[in-house]
């Protein structure tokens, strides 16, 4: 009866320490916009380095500010660059880490997001939300995570102008991003 009691006893604690961790969530980043706000969840699970590198650099404040430098209608918008070139950015870690495509995760549907970069392992900051299929980016680009709320937001910074090299004429920033806790 004894060890009865003592096996129960360690499977609750395992049992609750695993839901007290962290690990078992899926972050929520809240991306306060000029447009309004989005929120992304962030699928560890799938992409643990995009994860931490994204929920590391938000809770340093390196979003805030920054604009979404290029927009493409029926594509994606694409963010995550300090310089607003699409040229600049760097990751937690200070250098480029690889790719983390899984052929499970798919560009299937529009609200997906995912890691920008200039080729294999070249990750930094910069990331797109998609806002249609794109199956062309599949291999290419880690997918990390989703809008699960402000998809309208999305909608309405994929309509603004934009110029040369799909740049918006006027700003759209990201005005704050953090994590919800």
């Known amino acids: 009866m004894n060890y009865l009691i003592v096996a129960l006893l360690c499977m609750f604690s395992l049992v609750a320490k695993d839901k007290g961790d962290g690990m ?16 992304l969840e962030l699928k560890p699970h799938i992409a ?11 809770e340093k ?6 604009i979404f430098h290029r927009i493409i209608p ?9 310089t607003g070139t699409g040229r600049g950015g760097e990751s937690v870690w200070g250098k480029p880490f690889e790719d983390e495509c899984t052929p499970n995760e798919t560009f299937d549907r529009p609200g997906l997001l995912a890691m920008a ?23 290419r680009h880690t997918i990390f995570g989703e809008v699960v709320k402000g998809y309208d937001v999305v909608q309405k910074l994929e ?23």
């Open 24 to 39: 078992s969530q899926k972050p929520i980043i809240v991306m306060e916009t000029t447009q309004g706000v989005i929120e």
């Open 117 to 139: 970069n200039a080729g294999p392992k070249t990750n930094g900051s910069q990331f797109f939300i998609t806002t249609v299929e794109t199956p062309w980016l599949n291999g």
């Open 159 to 181: 309509k603004v102008k934009t110029g040369m090299g799909d740049k918006p004429i006027e700003d759209q920033k990201i005005i704050k991003m953090y994590v919800k806790k």
């Open 48 to 58: 643990p380095k995009a994860c931490e590198n994204m929920t590391k650099l938000t």
């Open 61 to 66: 404040g390196y979003y805030n500010g920054i």
């Open 74 to 82: 029926n594509f994606m918008i694409q963010g995550g660059d300090p």
